[in-house]
């Protein structure tokens, strides 16, 4: 028997950590992927347990099912219909389950596994998912894994989002998860027997085709970012050049501190490079905290206006007890409408000098709270231009680079030659540090 795969099958099936999760686009080579990852497993160790599942009966003896009867070799493979099983000459079993309801899981209740595999994971709940990686154990060697595949989108797009895409970079672990994509084009079998596959992708909705297609995480209903595009926005850290002006801007209350370290190039691009972002501190503990945080010299702290507003227990402001502590902050403008207008301008793409897609305000991969939240940014139901402030929690990042941009005129699109002088922004800040 020959089996070939793709770079990206490739990576999923030496992927280590506990929870991995394959996917991206549909038709990337996916289902096939585990059905390879599942026999080479099943053939490395004699007698081990796995479980591969999809979310109902149909899907699974439709797809994987019938995939696996093709794909493995009967001479020491055997498939018992009734059961859902399949039994290697080695003593390796593979069953094939799915969940049709919550209460399905209890099926498994008192089973074993080594490697539990799920597929189209997004049409799982995040209940059904916990439960049954609690059933991933055993007392022999073999090693433990959750390895599941999917599309985005799907009932349980937020939740999977959260626990795979949200935690940072692909293809790099984080606290025992990895995500590793793999978009139409990664498949080149597909793409040699069905070049039309591409077309009729093409031809979907914008919402679809951008998960289907380009399996991007991002697009939903009602976002209010729509110009958001992780490949633009998104970029890998670099050394910040020592010349480049940097500031400091956050959105402060106890329940949450966000605040971002952002370096502007010599074009006026700006570039989001550090974050913070905690609840829970008081604002001495979070002056202190940013104040550690900040190596290089920050030309600006960029804070709220209503920071300015006297609190009732000291008699003292919020930004006063800051710049006690060090944290010298001015106040941004807050209209809030005309400050995500801005920060629509300061995300559109365009092409730059080199041809390259690009965007007047960047973000470095570090900074996950970010990248996460404001994307997912709804529009308000009750003004269309603004943001809605629910979930609340998504809206703490977002506001503190409002804050960043509020005012600040976005650079030209494409520039022939570097700023040398300070910007009329800049002028003003340093009128407002001046009077401070
Ligand atoms: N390594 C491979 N060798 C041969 N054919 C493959 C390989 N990987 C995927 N394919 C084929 O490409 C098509 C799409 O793969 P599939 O696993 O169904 O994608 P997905 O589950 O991501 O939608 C299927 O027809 C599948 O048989
Ligand atoms: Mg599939």
């Not at 109902?56 to 493979?77: G, H, M, Q, W």
């Not at 219909?81 to 094939?96: L, P, Q, V, W």
């Not at 104040?291 to 000291?314: H, M, S």
Request: glycine share 6%; proline share 5%; hydrophobic share 35%.
């Amino acid at each position: 028997m020959e089996l070939s795969i793709t770079k990206r099958q490739k990576a999923f099936i030496n992927a280590s950590s506990g929870e991995v999760l394959f996917g991206g686009a549909a038709g990337g080579g996916k289902s096939y992927g585990q059905l390879v990852d599942a026999l080479l497993f099943a053939l490395k160790f004699p007698g081990s347990k796995q479980l591969i599942l999809r979310r109902t009966l149909p899907e699974l003896d439709k797809s994987l099912v019938r995939c696996a009867l093709e794909l493995y070799p009967r001479n020491i493979f055997t498939y018992k219909a009734s059961k859902h099983e399949g039994y290697f000459r080695n003593g390796s079993i593979i069953d094939f389950g799915y969940c049709d309801s919550e209460n399905d899981v209890y099926r498994y209740q008192s089973a074993e596994y080594d490697v539990i595999r799920f597929d189209e994971l997004t049409h799982f709940t995040e209940q059904m998912y916990v439960y049954l990686i609690s059933r991933v154990r055993g007392v022999n060697a073999y090693p433990k894994q959750i390895k599941s595949s999917t599309n985005p989108g799907g009932v349980g797009h937020t939740w999977v989002k959260r626990r795979f895409i949200d935690i940072g970079p692909p293809d790099v672990e984080h606290e025992g998860k990895i995500f590793i994509p793999s978009l139409v084009t990664d498949n080149t079998f597909l793409m040699k027997n069905d070049p039309e596959y591409i077309e009729r992708l093409k031809r979907l909705s914008k919402k679809d085709r951008e998960a289907l297609l380009f399996g991007n995480w991002d697009i939903f209903e009602g976002q209010y970012f729509t110009e958001w595009n992780r490949k633009v926005h998104v970029i890998s850290p670099f050394e910040i050049p020592k010349e480049w002006r940097r500031y400091f801007v956050m959105d402060y209350g106890l329940d949450m501190l966000a605040g971002y370290w952002i370096a502007v190039d010599t074009y006026g691009r700006a570039y989001v490079y550090r974050e913070i972002y905690e609840s829970g501190l008081i604002i001495s503990e979070a002056a202190r905290k940013i104040r550690e945080a900040t190596d290089k010299e920050v030309y600006a702290y960029i804070a709220p206006p209503d920071l300015w507003n006297r609190r009732q227990d000291t008699g003292k402001s919020a930004a006063r007890i800051f710049a006690e502590n060090g944290v010298p902050v001015i106040a941004a403008k807050n209209e809030r409408v005309q400050g995500w207008y801005n920060l629509k301008e300061w995300l559109a793409p365009f092409r730059d000098e080199t041809g390259k897609m690009c965007a007047s305000l960047r973000i470095f991969s570090n900074c996950v709270n970010l990248i996460r939240t404001l994307p997912a940014l709804n529009i308000d139901s009750k003004n269309p231009n603004d943001v809605a402030n629910t979930p609340h929690e998504l809206t703490h990042a977002p506001d503190a680079i409002r804050y960043f941009v509020a005012g600040r005129p976005v650079p030209a699109a494409v520039q022939k030659e570097e700023i040398t002088d300070a910007p009329e922004f800049d002028r003003q800040i340093e009128d407002l540090l001046e009077f401070n």
